[in-house]
């Protein structure tokens, strides 16, 4: 039994996109199994229920269906995500990209319901899906997911935990955190922290934290990102 706390859980996706995994990760929750689809590292398909995430509902939500279209996406692919990937494109009710954009959302949204979950987790080499499906389906912002999972679910004493682990490790810096300082969620009042990242390549982890004055959620944001 793997308990995906939202440290453990953050640290889990980042490892799966450095190594650029591609398969299928199967969480399975008593007799419940859920199935989360990587390409090259990438969420991009997850059958993992959440509300209010179907591709009909998203599409509505962002202006791009009308209330009667939406309800018949939703008639016509009562299963939703895939089915209705291939509803929406029979019924031309939107082009391609923009279908393609709801379901990497609907991807990212059901992504950060599984943090803080526990269940049986087992990795498979194979997506379980056709290639063409596969190859039609755009990648998850997984370090837009690790920054929302993160903030929305971990507690200063989970994050606090965790970085205990890593006292006196060395972190080597990438340039890309002041270069797509909005991709990894920096805000105007933390532009001393970019500052700071932008100027050394590498700190120890105490040093980082004490510096910048980053709180533990917020060093276990930028860690595993």
Not at 88 to 100: N, P, R
Request: net charge negative.
């Amino acid at each position: 039994m793997v308990a995906l706390e939202p440290t453990s859980w953050a640290q889990l996706l980042f490892a799966l996109l450095s190594q650029r995994f591609s398969g299928r990760a199967e969480l399975a929750q008593g007799e419940v199994q859920r199935k989360i689809v990587f390409s090259g590292g990438f969420a991009v398909w997850t059958d993992y229920e959440v509300p209010n995430t179907g591709v009909s509902e998203i599409l509505s939500s962002a202006g791009m269906l009308a209330p009667e279209e939406a309800e018949r996406l939703r008639k016509d692919a009562p299963l939703d995500s895939l089915d209705a990937r291939a509803a929406a494109l029979e019924l031309k009710l939107v082009d391609l990209e923009t279908l393609s954009m709801a379901l990497r959302d609907q991807c990212e949204q059901r992504l950060l319901a599984t943090a803080g979950v526990s269940g049986e987790l087992t990795f498979h080499d194979e997506p379980g899906l056709e290639a063409d499906v596969l190859d039609g389906l755009t990648p998850a912002r997984t370090l837009r997911a690790i920054n929302y999972g993160v903030r929305g679910h971990c507690s200063p004493t989970q994050a606090e935990g965790a970085l205990e682990h890593l006292e006196g490790t060395d972190l080597r810096i990438s340039g890309s955190y002041a270069k797509y300082s909005e991709r990894f969620g920096f805000d105007s009042g933390e532009r001393s922290t970019l500052e700071l990242l932008g100027g050394r390549p590498s700190f120890v982890l105490d040093d980082l934290m004490q510096i910048s004055g980053l709180d533990a959620v917020r060093g276990i944001q930028l860690l595993y990102t």
